[in-house]
């Protein structure tokens, strides 16, 4: 198995949906592209990855969002070193279709007071739906391994959620420390690196806002 010296996740660029909440009103959340400082940021974090891979070949997953796709261009990556695949299952959350301003702030409200794990948006999924489909991602990234070409870095253009749900699957965190997490800032990467070990590990963590609070012995 040619496992990946470095798995990189990064959360897409400021959106017009970040900067002005109205905007789902309007249009499809899958539609939103970036901002000009969403470009600025991508860019940014574009110049980190090129220094990270240098001349090594890349497999890119990318989030079928106008908002990744433009991220992952502002990136700059050599086309010749890369392979690129959409990946619908590292979708952002679907919060509904046409969504009102005010009712989606109220059950964010809710979802904040129930959980973001296990609350349900009325016409959308919840945080355990988005840990099924990416979990389900997952098992067919580590298949890929199978391959002995594999290229040794593995990419995967997203959004905050499926970050922390990626992290939170791969590394058996449990529920509780999910839910005392925060989400990456808009460009931010995370990196999983592998060691001499053969095991996994994450180079910064993700902020914590509260201390978990688990039910059990598992936290």
């Known amino acids: 198995m040619a496992r990946p010296r470095r798995i990189v996740l990064v959360r897409h660029g400021e ?28 860019e940014e974090t574009g110049k980190r990855l090129r220094e990270v891979f240098g001349r090594e070949q890349v497999s890119v997953y990318v989030s079928p969002y106008r908002r990744t796709h433009e991220t992952f261009r502002a990136f700059h990556l050599d086309p010749g070193l890369v392979r690129v695949r959409e990946e619908p299952r590292l979708r952002e959350q679907d919060w509904g279709n046409w969504q009102d301003r005010d009712d989606v702030r109220l059950q964010k409200a809710y979802r904040d007071a129930y959980g973001h794990f296990f609350y349900r948006f009325a016409q959308g999924e919840s945080g355990a739906d988005v840990y099924d489909r990416v979990g389900n991602f997952l098992e067919s990234l580590f298949r890929s391994f199978e391959a002995p070409d594999h290229p040794p870095n593995v990419l995967l253009v997203t959004h905050g959620l499926a970050m922390r749900l990626f992290c939170m699957r791969w590394f058996h965190w449990t529920v509780a420390e999910f839910e005392s997490l925060s989400n990456p800032g808009n460009a931010e990467m995370r990196m999983l690196v592998l060691g001499k070990d053969g095991r996994y590990t994450i180079d910064r963590p993700f902020e914590r806002w509260r201390d978990p609070e688990p039910y059990g012995v598992s936290g």
């Open 15 to 42: 959106s017009v949906g970040n900067a002005d909440d109205s905007v789902y009103e309007r249009e499809p959340d899958h539609a939103l592209a970036l901002t000009e400082k969403g470009w600025q940021q991508a």
